[in-house]
C-alpha cells in the first residue's frame, strides 16, 4: 500500500545531542513537508522540499536541518540549537488530491 | 495575515449525538478548505475537501459546508459513535501551493457513552 512512513515513533534526546526523525514516502510525491505540532497550536512549517535536492526553510526552520537526496525520503534534524524541541513531528507528502501525513515522532528531550 | 480560528476549542457530546464543528478563515486567495481527522498520538487523515464551487460534501456520517462569501466551513457529525472522539483539524489552502497552507487549532471532540 502506498503511504508515508515516520520513524520512530517515540525518540528522547539528551540536551546538546542531534537527533534525526525518518521520513519516507512510496507516494511518488515531489512535494515533501516537516511540521511541529504543540499543545493548543496549529500545526507550523519546519521545512518543504518541492523537488529532489531542494529544499525551503518554513516560518520555524531555526535549530532544524533537511536533506532531500532521494525523491522517496526527508529526513529531520533536530539540533542542540533547537532550545525547545519537545514536540510531535509531523511529515507530509503532498500529490494532487492533497496531504498526506505520517503517523508522528513524538521528540522528548530528557 | 491569514488565519484559520476553529470553534469550539474543546467538545463533550453523547454517544449518538450529532455535533457541528465551525470554521472560520481569511485565507485569500482561496484554493480549496480540507477536514482532517488526527487521533491521539497520529497523523492527520483527511476527510474531506472543498473548492470554491462546492457548498456541501458528505464522508459517511461526515458532512462538511463551504459558504465562500462569509469564508465560514463547518463539519456536521451525525450519530456520533465512541472512535469520533479525536482532533478536527481544518486546513485551508491559497493558491499558492501546498506550502502556502494555514492550520486551524483544531476542535478536540470527545464522545462519551
Known amino acids: 500500500d502506498g503511504g508515508i512512513t515516520q520513524s520512530p515513533k517515540y525518540l528522547f534526546r539528551k540536551e546538546g545531542q542531534n537527533v534525526t526523525l525518518s521520513c519516507e514516502q512510496n507516494l511518488n510525491h515531489d512535494a515533501m513537508y516537516w511540521y511541529r505540532q504543540d499543545p493548543g497550536q496549529g500545526l507550523r512549517l519546519i521545512y518543504y522540499?518541492?523537488?529532489?535536492?531542494?529544499?525551503q526553510k518554513g516560518d520555524i526552520a531555526e535549530g532544524y536541518s533537511v536533506s532531500r537526496e532521494k525523491k522517496e525520503s526527508f529526513p529531520l534534524t533536530v539540533t542542540s540549537a533547537q532550545k525547545n524541541p519537545t514536540a510531535f513531528y509531523l511529515c507530509?507528502?503532498?500529490?494532487?488530491?492533497?496531504?498526506?501525513f505520517g503517523s508522528g515522532t513524538r521528540l522528548t528531550v530528557v | 495575515k491569514n488565519q484559520v480560528e476553529q470553534s469550539p476549542q474543546s467538545l463533550i457530546i453523547l454517544e449518538g449525538k450529532n455535533c457541528t464543528l465551525q470554521?472560520?478563515?481569511?485565507?485569500?486567495?482561496?484554493?480549496?478548505l480540507r477536514w482532517y481527522k488526527q487521533d491521539t498520538g497520529r497523523g492527520p487523515v483527511s476527510l474531506t475537501i472543498m473548492t470554491f464551487s462546492e457548498n456541501t460534501k458528505s464522508n459517511g456520517r461526515y458532512t462538511a459546508t463551504l459558504d465562500a462569501d462569509t469564508k465560514q466551513s463547518s463539519l456536521h457529525i451525525t450519530a456520533s459513535q465512541l472512535s469520533d472522539s479525536a482532533s478536527y483539524i481544518c486546513v485551508v489552502r491559497d493558491s499558492g501551493g501546498y506550502q502556502k497552507v494555514t492550520f486551524g487549532t483544531g476542535t478536540k471532540l470527545q464522545v462519551i457513552p
Open positions: 470554521c472560520n478563515y481569511t485565507v485569500s486567495p482561496f484554493s480549496n
Open positions: 507530509a507528502s503532498a500529490g494532487g488530491d492533497g496531504y498526506t
Open positions: 522540499s518541492q523537488i529532489v535536492n531542494d529544499f
